[in-house]
C-alpha cells in the first residue's frame, strides 16, 4: 500500500467512504480531525489506553467532540495515522532494554519519512508522545542514518542544532544549573576544538 | 533533551531525552565523537547518559613501542596508532597526528579504551582481535582495567595473535555464552599445557582455527568443536576412534582439519581403503561421516548422504 493510499481520513478532505467498524476521531491542536479505525489506534499505547477508558460507542463517536490531541498539529497527526493504519494489528515490539536494536525501514515507513528534517524530528516527537513503539524505532533510525559519514560542521546543519551563539546561552543555561559535570565537559570541548575540532576517534 | 514533552522540537536538541538516546543509540560511535563537537549540551549529553553503542569489532595491535587501535562501528571505523617518540607519544589518527610530551604511549592507549567502554555501554561485539608481542605490559594493563570496572567482553569472535599462557589469562574477561568462533595463531610452541582446556571459554566455542601451534594434548579437547582446524603431535589409534565415535554421533558437527606430525596408520582402525578414505553413517541417517588421510592431514566431513556414495546403495 503506498503512503498516498493509506486509509487515514482527513474528514475535511474525506471523499471516500469510511469501512463501517469501529473508529474514533481525533482534532489535531489546529483543528484538523481524523478517523482512526480501533485496530489501528492499537499501535498507540497511549491512545489506546484513553479510547479504553473513554468507553466510546458508535454513536458517541458521532455525536461527542472528537478527541483532541493538544500537542501535535494537523500535518504531523496525519502521518502518525497513515503510519498506524498501514501497520494495524502487527505486533507491537517489546522493549527488552536491549539497545541498540536491529531496525529495519520498510518501504512505506521509508517514503512515509521522506519529508524535511524538521517535520521528521515533530513526528518523532509525536510517536514518543503517543507511545507508538515502532514508529519511534523506525523514525529514530532514520535521523540516526542521517549521520553517517558526515563532519561536525555538516552535522549541525543536518541536525538543525543551534549556532555558536546559541551554544553560548545553553552553557550560561547549564552552569546555572550547577551540574559538577558541564563545566569539565565545557573545558574538554574547547580543548578539542583548539587541537583542530576532530575527536581522536 | 528537552526535559518534558510539552512542545515539538525544532531541532536534535530539543528531543525529548527518551528518542534522543534512541537516535544517538543508532549513529555509531565514530559519528557520535563528531556529535560531541557539534554542539555542548550534546557533548554533555552524550558524555553523561552512558549511551548504548554497537561495536562491530575492535582490532588491538601492540608492537615494539607502539600501539594500534582500530574500531569499526555502523560501518565506519576509527583508526589511531600511538607510538612512542622521545619521551612522549605520537598520536596518528586520520590524516592527522598530534604529540603528547612526558606521556606514556601505553598509557594513553589504554585510556581510549577506559573511554570506550566508561563513557558507553558498549554492546556486542563482532569480532576482537589483539595482536601482541612477547611484552604482555598492555594487555595486563587492559586486563586490570576490565577487572576492576567488571566488564565482562560480549565478543563473537576472537582472534588472538601471542603466547598461550597471555590467551589463558585474557579468555576469561569473554563472555563463554557469547563467544563462539575463537581464532589462535600462535607466535611460540609452549610446552605441554592444558589450562587453555580449561577454561569454558574453550569448552563452550563452537569454531576453532589454530595455526603454528601443535598440541600435545589429549584429542578429546577438541572433539566439540563444530568446524576445527588444529595441529597435533601424535594421533593414535584411541584418537581416530574417539573422533570417528563423536563426529558420527554429533547432529551439528561440520568439518575438521586436523594436522599432525606422527599418526597411527588410519587403515589399522578404519579398514583398509586403497584411496585413503572412509565413509561411516552418521546416527542421523541423513549425514555420513566423510574421512579422508593425506600424509598427516586428516579431514573429516559429515555430508547429507546424498552426496556421498552410500546413497547409491540405498
Known amino acids: 500500500m503506498s503512503v498516498e493510499n493509506a486509509p487515514v481520513v482527513d474528514v475535511d478532505e474525506a471523499a471516500i467512504p469510511v469501512e463501517k467498524k469501529m473508529y474514533y476521531r481525533f482534532e489535531s491542536n489546529d483543528k484538523k480531525e481524523f478517523r482512526v479505525s480501533e485496530l489501528a489506534i492499537q499501535q498507540s499505547e497511549t491512545l489506546n489506553r484513553l479510547v479504553e477508558a473513554m468507553g466510546y460507542t458508535s454513536e458517541d463517536v458521532e455525536n461527542k467532540p472528537a478527541i483532541a490531541i493538544e500537542n501535535i498539529d494537523g500535518k504531523t497527526l496525519k502521518l502518525v495515522f497513515q503510519w498506524c493504519e498501514h501497520h494495524k494489528g502487527e505486533a507491537i515490539p517489546v522493549d527488552d532494554g536491549s539497545v541498540p536494536k536491529i531496525v529495519e525501514i520498510p518501504e512505506f515507513d521509508a517514503k512515509l519519512m521522506d519529508i524535511d528534517n524538521g517535520l521528521l524530528f515533530k513526528l518523532i516527537w509525536a510517536a514518543d508522545y503517543l507511545n507508538i513503539v515502532q514508529l519511534l524505532n523506525v523514525s529514530c533510525k532514520k535521523v540516526a542514518n542521517m549521520a553517517q559519514g558526515k563532519t561536525p560542521a555538516q552535522l549541525r546543519r543536518v541536525y538543525l542544532l543551534p549556532s555558536d551563539e546559541e551554544d553560548e546561552a545553553a552553557k550560561r543555561a547549564a552552569q546555572e544549573a550547577q551540574d559538577p559535570r558541564a563545566r569539565e565537559v565545557e573545558e574538554e570541548f574547547e580543548e578539542r576544538k583548539r587541537q583542530g575540532g576532530n575527536s581522536f576517534f | 533533551m528537552s526535559s518534558s514533552a510539552t512542545t515539538s522540537p525544532v531541532s536534535l536538541v530539543d528531543m525529548p531525552e527518551l528518542p534522543l ?294
Not at chain 2, 558524555?47 to 582500530?70: A, P, S
Not at chain 2, 547432529?251 to 578404519?270: G, H, K, L, T
Not at chain 2, 588421510?293 to 552410500?310: K, V
Request: charged share 20%.
Open chain 2, 21 to 314: 538516546k534512541h537516535i544517538l543509540s543508532y549513529v555509531g560511535f565514530r559519528s557520535l565523537q563528531s556529535l560531541r563537537l557539534v554542539s555542548k549540551p550534546l557533548c554533555q549529553f552524550i558524555d553523561t547518559k552512558k549511551l548504548h553503542v554497537q561495536i562491530d569489532y575492535i582490532k588491538i595491535k601492540t608492537y615494539q613501542r607502539g600501539v594500534e587501535l582500530k574500531l569499526k562501528s555502523c560501518g565506519l571505523v576509527s583508526h589511531l596508532e600511538m607510538k612512542m617518540q622521545g619521551e612522549g607519544t605520537n598520536v596518528s589518527f586520520g590524516d592527522k597526528s598530534r604529540y603528547y610530551g612526558n606521556t606514556d604511549y601505553l598509557g594513553f592507549s589504554v585510556n581510549l579504551l577506559k573511554y570506550v567502554f566508561n563513557t558507553y555501554t558498549v554492546h556486542t561485539q563482532k569480532r576482537l582481535e589483539y595482536s601482541g608481542g612477547e611484552d604482555s605490559t598492555f594487555l595486563e594493563m587492559f586486563q586490570t582495567f576490565l577487572s576492576e570496572q567488571r566488564i565482562i567482553l560480549r565478543v563473537f569472535e576472537l582472534s588472538f595473535r601471542g603466547f598461550e599462557q597471555q590467551a589463558v589469562r585474557f579468555l576469561p574477561f569473554f563472555d563463554s555464552n557469547t563467544l563462539k568462533s575463537l581464532i589462535f595463531n600462535w607466535i611460540f610452541i609452549d610446552e605441554l599445557n592444558f589450562d587453555l582446556m580449561l577454561l569454558e571459554q574453550w569448552k563452550k566455542a563452537r569454531f576453532l582455527f589454530s595455526d603454528q601451534k601443535i598440541f600435545r594434548v589429549p584429542i578429546q579437547h577438541f572433539g566439540h568443536f563444530e568446524t576445527a582446524n588444529f595441529y597435533m603431535q601424535n594421533i593414535t589409534a584411541q584418537d581416530l576412534l574417539h573422533l570417528k565415535e563423536k563426529y558420527t554421533q554429533s547432529p551439528v558437527f561440520s568439518i575438521a582439519n586436523i594436522y599432525c606430525e606422527r599418526s597411527v596408520s588410519p587403515d589399522q582402525v578404519y579398514g583398509e581403503s586403497e584411496e585413503n578414505e572412509w565413509i561411516f553413517r552418521c546416527s542421523d541417517p541423513n549425514y555420513a561421516l566423510i574421512i579422508d588421510y593425506f600424509y598427516g592431514y586428516y579431514r573429516y566431513c559429515r555430508t547429507h548422504i546424498s552426496d556421498t556414495t552410500l546413497s547409491a546403495f540405498e
